[in-house]
């Protein structure tokens, strides 16, 4: 038996406000002539929060495109602008949903990588430790602040790069940043908290460590979503931390049925991954009935659409590529239904549960 010995994230400030920190955390991290290199959500483009980054010398802000989940090629493209544009620089820091956290991370790892990211999805592959990397969440629920995975679409995979290099040296944990994120879009990434909760504490790969963030995540997100009428400050708070709680519970342990689904739907029809938990969670009584039922009330009491419909009128053709990319989710599979999963989960019943979605 041999224990996972996982790599964590090295600083953590948690506050209302800590934003404003920021200047003062970055400055022993400066290299003379390299400057930080700032990834910000598009979102916020032309609004207060670009003006409340500190600046200094050559640094940049680049405003993120992520209508699409990220691919390699756009780490890729990223990655060598900056090496054209500044040589070295002292480093990356995202600031935005998990899709710009991933971008911070896989540009700061292929900054002193060679080849392409698509080279380094899969397990310990990365060989080099990347350039300083800062994740500053602005949507609570991904864990992707915590993870040492960066999710990509590569041109024939969509999956992390995997390694000890992956997580941030430093996160900035402001719950104000999520304050003005729109309700479908808060409810979508805080259910992806929701489902990892209920992924990790009903898997067979569960001990007492990931129990207790998954716990507390899950508690943390019914306060939120189940107890709470309307939203307000404590909810972000909360929300944040319950993130932060369910990433480190699928640290040591794993996810399971809805991911493995819904990354099929992902890599066929670009489904992003809040929004296509949800639309698989809904279908998934058999596997998770307690939670199944509890995430239906939420949806209701939240007044929120979940698409439905969405593999109408797919050819065969398709939903295999989907069922081979979920299939080859074997530790999610594995942690959901046990060593035997390939006797409970077939073909056949995978594209039963894909038809209905
Ligand atoms: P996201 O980052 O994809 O952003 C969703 C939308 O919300 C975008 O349009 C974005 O511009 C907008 N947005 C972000 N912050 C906002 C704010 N404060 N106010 C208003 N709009 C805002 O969404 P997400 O759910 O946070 O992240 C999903 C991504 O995270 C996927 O790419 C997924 O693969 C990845 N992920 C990674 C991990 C990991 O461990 N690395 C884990 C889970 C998910
Ligand atoms: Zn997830």
């Not at 990356?92 to 911070?104: H, K, N, P, Q, R």
């Not at 342990?253 to 991954?273: E, I, N």
């Amino acid at each position: 038996m041999s224990f996972r010995n996982f790599k964590m994230v090295s600083y953590v400030v948690y506050g209302r406000g800590s934003f404003n920190q920021l200047d003062e955390i970055l400055a022993p991290q400066r290299k003379a002539g390299a400057p930080m290199i700032f990834l910000v959500d598009h979102f916020f483009e032309g609004k207060a929060l670009p003006n409340r980054v500190p600046l200094r010398g050559n640094d940049s802000i680049i405003f993120v495109d992520v209508s699409f989940e990220p691919k390699t090629k756009q780490v890729d493209a990223l990655a060598q602008q900056l090496k054209d544009s500044f040589g070295t620089i002292s480093g990356v820091i995202g600031i935005g949903g998990g899709s710009t956290m991933d971008l911070a991370k896989a540009v700061a790892l292929m900054m002193t990588n060679p080849g392409s990211s698509a080279d380094y999805q899969g397990w310990d592959l990365v060989k080099n430790p990347g350039v300083y990397k800062a994740g500053i969440p602005t949507l609570s629920g991904t864990g992707a602040e915590v993870s040492r995975t960066t999710v990509l679409t590569g041109p024939t995979r969509k999956l992390g790069m995997n390694s000890d290099f992956t997580p941030f040296d430093q996160i900035v944990l402001d719950p104000e940043l999520t304050r003005d994120a729109p309700v479908n879009q808060r409810f979508y990434t805080g259910m992806d908290c929701y489902i990892h909760c209920i992924e990790s504490l009903e898997g067979t790969f569960l001990n007492e460590f990931s129990k207790s963030y998954g716990e507390k995540a899950l508690q943390l997100c019914q306060k939120v979503f189940v107890e709470k009428n309307g939203w307000d400050d404590a909810c972000d708070d909360q929300l944040m931390m319950a993130s932060y709680a369910g990433g480190m519970s699928i640290a040591y342990s794993q996810v399971g049925v809805a991911h493995a689904v819904s990354y099929g739907l992902s890599y066929l029809l670009g489904t992003k991954h809040g929004i296509g938990n949800c639309i698989v969670m809904d279908h998934l009584e058999e596997y998770y009935p307690a939670g199944v039922k509890e995430f239906k009330y939420m949806v209701a009491k939240n007044n929120i659409d979940i698409p439905k419909g969405i593999s109408k009128g797919l050819t065969d053709e398709q939903f295999d590529i989907m069922i081979n990319v979920s299939m080859g989710m074997k530790p999610l599979w594995e942690n959901a239904l046990g060593k035997d999963w390939e006797k409970i989960m077939t073909r056949e019943k995978l594209r039963s549960l894909y038809e209905k979605l």
